[in-house]
């Protein structure tokens, strides 16, 4: 099994859309939950991160995590073309003194316009 | 500032053959890992650096070597090229402490024939 899960997708909706993307996770030892964005032959950057449990939001992001049932989410509300690409969830724990960082398979995403 | 930097883009090898996947970061971080990215996989850890002469193995190390001589450089070596190794390789830093933030390279497209 792997640490973190995340459906690669593709997922495709209509411009405005609220688009929904998830990851579960096995290792409670995961304190630190980010998302990030990485757009057609580019490298991934990071979109936004929260520490520990609850939500955070950066204008039409939204990040949640739920640490009970180990599931995060990230919420795009009034989604733009330019919000097409793929999204990695990732995760970090300290283990033995350095931190250990962990993605998920991300999720190609395309916005309709 | 160039942040990560990789060259080359990209490299077509015939089956057998070696090279070398050059990455640089201006930044001075401690860490920086090499990732190959293969669709439905994610970013898969081959090899990372937690400072100048000390490498580990990642999840996928086989067929790749590295080295770390100073804190700017962390050269991905392909011992003899397979087919299996084709795929999009991306080079990472981040400061020893950051538990979140992750810089990556542009990437370098690899086709083994």
């Known amino acids: 099994q792997k640490e973190v899960e995340q459906d690669p997708g593709p997922l495709s909706v209509p411009e405005g859309a609220i688009v929904s993307l998830n990851c579960t996770y096995s290792n409670s030892a995961f304190q630190y939950f980010m998302w990030y964005r990485q757009y057609s032959r580019k490298g991934p950057e990071l979109l936004m991160y929260?520490?520990?449990?609850g939500n955070k939001e950066d204008g039409r992001f939204t990040a949640q995590v739920d640490k009970s049932s180990k599931y995060i989410s990230l919420f795009i509300r009034d989604s733009q073309p330019s919000d097409s690409a793929t999204y990695l969830c990732a995760m970090s724990a300290a283990i033995q003194g350095a931190q250990k960082l962990v993605f998920g398979q991300g999720t190609r995403l395309t916005i309709n316009p | 500032n160039a942040g990560v930097t990789q060259t080359p883009k990209f490299q077509v090898l015939k089956t057998g053959q070696s090279m070398t996947l050059q990455c640089a970061q201006d930044?001075?971080?401690?860490?920086m890992s090499w990732y190959r990215q293969d669709p439905g996989m994610g970013l898969r850890l081959i090899h990372y650096s937690v400072g100048a002469g000390i490498t580990d193995q990642g999840e996928v190390p086989n067929g790749y070597n590295v080295s770390r001589s100073t804190t700017e450089d962390f050269p991905l070596r392909l011992l003899s090229a397979a087919p299996s190794q084709t795929s999009v390789y991306f080079c990472a830093s981040r400061h020893r402490d950051s538990a979140y933030e992750q810089y990556f390279g542009p990437g370098t497209r690899l086709t083994v024939t």
């Open positions: 929260t520490y520990s449990s």
């Open positions: 930044m001075n971080h401690e860490y």
